[in-house]
């Protein structure tokens, strides 16, 4: 057996097994410290008025400039709304890099 079989075994045989559970028990804590931080950075004052959250999500840039040009998002209630939103669902998934002002409507 050649040393580069031995390697294609290994690498296959990697690829089939289950995920790592430490893998997945970091993969899971990071979800979560992400859904704290834009949940924290939603909160209306000071950070949710200007649409820090949404970029930390990852938004077009026209979001924060809307957030802004509203007053804080319509005085602070679409922050509010977002900070809810956020605590509220246990995956954040459809809330990163979503482009729309409104990012829990469907």
């Not at 050649?2 to 296959?12: G, Q, V």
């Not at 859904?35 to 938004?59: D, Q």
Request: contains cysteine; aromatic residues 12%.
């Amino acid at each position: 057996m050649k040393k580069s079989d031995t390697a294609n075994f290994c690498i296959e045989e990697l690829t089939d097994k289950r995920p790592n559970p430490i893998f997945q028990l970091l993969r899971d804590k990071h979800k979560k410290n992400k859904k704290i931080t834009a949940a924290i950075l939603a909160f209306p004052f000071p950070f949710g008025m200007v649409g820090l959250h949404r970029i930390y999500l990852g938004t077009a840039p026209h979001v924060p400039v809307i957030y802004i040009g509203s007053v804080g998002g319509v005085f602070g209630l679409l922050p509010l709304i977002d900070f809810f939103a956020l605590l509220a669902k246990k995956d954040i998934d459809p809330y990163i890099e979503n482009k729309k002002v409104f990012m829990w409507v469907n």
